[in-house]
């Protein structure tokens, strides 16, 4: 099994802050990554497939990188909407999501 | 629009059993693979079972494995998860989810149904 190990659990800022979650792989899942959004009392949301590929619909403000075992989500300039859980999720073998991050307003 | 509707949840003893229903619309449901996903209150989300388009190719968590059996009706654009030997820690919001037409993470989502195993 693939373990994911995403950090910080919790992250406190302010409306217009850059925001950077990290997503490690207990081994190489070369970029089969996504991004998910949660909100609370909502389905998650996909925003990013493949390690850096932007959903259709997705703000540009959120981008996504990193290949291999480390991976990361940036949101360039925090906005209101965006305080929410983040998920990662490998689906090169099975599917394992992370712990979750919550960014939580500062 | 892709729609994906769940029923079925509700409150179960445990070693119960109960039945989940997906409804999908707004899209080809016999060609898309579809998966269950749950998440416990207050906890992350785990994976719960895989079903091919055509249910040649069937996959579950090893939580569930021997318990859960997941099938669908093409016919009836449905998919179901029938959970048997249900246990305290099954309880979850169960989401019925469908893929991405060429990859395989989960673009599409249900509003999620409520299964709770409680005496």
């Known amino acids: 099994d693939i373990q994911m190990t995403q950090s910080p659990s919790t992250l406190s800022a302010s409306v217009g802050d850059r925001v950077t979650i990290t997503c490690r792989t207990s081994?190489?899942?070369?970029?089969?990554l996504a991004w998910y959004q949660q909100k609370p009392g909502k389905a998650p949301k996909v925003l990013i497939h493949?390690?850096?590929n932007l959903e259709s619909g997705v703000p540009s403000r959120f981008s996504g990188s990193g290949s291999g075992t480390e991976f990361t989500l940036t949101i360039s300039s925090l906005q209101p909407d965006d305080f929410a859980t983040y998920y990662c999720?490998?689906?090169?073998?099975?599917?394992?999501f992370g712990q979750g991050t919550k960014v939580e307003i500062k | 629009e892709v729609q994906l509707v769940e029923s079925g949840g509700g409150l179960v003893q445990p070693g119960g059993s109960r039945r989940l229903s997906c409804a999908g619309s707004?899209?080809?449901?016999?060609?898309?693979?579809m998966s269950w996903i749950r998440q416990a209150p207050g906890k992350g989300l785990e994976w719960v079972s895989y079903?091919?388009?055509?249910?040649?190719?069937?996959y579950y968590a090893d939580s569930v494995k021997g318990r859960f059996t997941i099938s669908r009706d093409n016919a009836r654009n449905s998919l179901f998860l029938q959970m048997n030997s249900l246990k305290d820690e099954d309880t979850a919001v169960y989401y019925c989810?469908?893929?991405?037409?060429?990859?395989?993470?989960?673009?599409?989502w249900g509003q999620g149904a409520l299964v709770t195993v409680s005496s």
């Open positions: 989810v469908r893929k991405d037409s060429g990859d395989y993470y989960f673009q599409f």
């Open positions: 707004g899209f080809s449901f016999y060609s898309f693979s």
């Open positions: 079903i091919s388009y055509n249910s040649r190719t069937i």
């Open positions: 081994r190489s899942i070369s970029n089969w």
């Open positions: 493949k390690a850096s």
């Open positions: 999720q490998q689906y090169d073998n099975y599917w394992t």
